[in-house]
């Protein structure tokens, strides 16, 4: 016999809907997190030239950046870093709340992409040799869009 309450979504997840958010969520913040809060760590001991660096490929995707003490600037990226690693590891974070901050992070990365014509070929998307590694950060925007789509726990 049709039961029409088994069709009339309830708003309630049973212990299976639970578990597959757990899993859904742990799968995209705990190597994310672990990522991006090693680089922010190892940023705090990055020497001056290599804060100009830092700051040198921040400025293709912002130019302001270029006005900004290149030490301060290191240490502001690391201190983000470490920060947004941290929440994406911590539980106590809501997902909406860490894939917000992993989209925005990843999105930030993506304007030096999209910001330097050496990093893409000719018809400014495809990446060109010194793009790739800048590239793969298209993924981290993935990630955090689909971290903030998750229903509630």
């Given amino acids: 016999m049709f039961n029409p309450l088994k069709v009339i979504p309830s708003g309630i997840f049973t212990k299976q809907d639970k578990a597959g958010v757990r899993l859904s969520s742990a799968a995209l913040r705990i190597p994310t997190g672990a990522y991006i809060l090693n680089?922010?760590?190892g940023k705090f001991q990055?020497?001056?030239?290599?804060?100009?660096?830092?700051?040198?490929?921040?400025?293709?995707?912002?130019?302001?950046?270029?006005?900004i003490d290149a030490e301060n600037f290191a240490t502001g990226l690391a201190a983000a870093e470490t920060a947004l690693g941290a929440a994406l590891l911590c539980p106590l974070i809501p997902n909406r709340l860490a894939g917000l901050g992993l989209a925005a992070f990843g999105s930030g990365l993506l304007t030096m992409y999209f910001g330097g014509d050496q990093y893409t070929e000719d018809d400014g998307i495809?990446?060109?040799?010194?793009?790739k590694a800048?590239?793969?950060?298209?993924?981290?925007?993935?990630?955090?869009?689909?971290?903030?789509?998750?229903?509630?726990k």
């Fill in 46 to 67: 990055v020497d001056k030239e290599g804060a100009e660096g830092l700051r040198d490929m921040a400025t293709d995707g912002i130019p302001a950046v270029e006005q």
């Fill in 39 to 41: 680089a922010g760590l």
């Fill in 134 to 152: 800048i590239a793969k950060d298209s993924w981290l925007v993935g990630a955090g869009l689909a971290l903030a789509a998750l229903p509630r």
């Fill in 126 to 131: 495809r990446p060109s040799d010194d793009g």
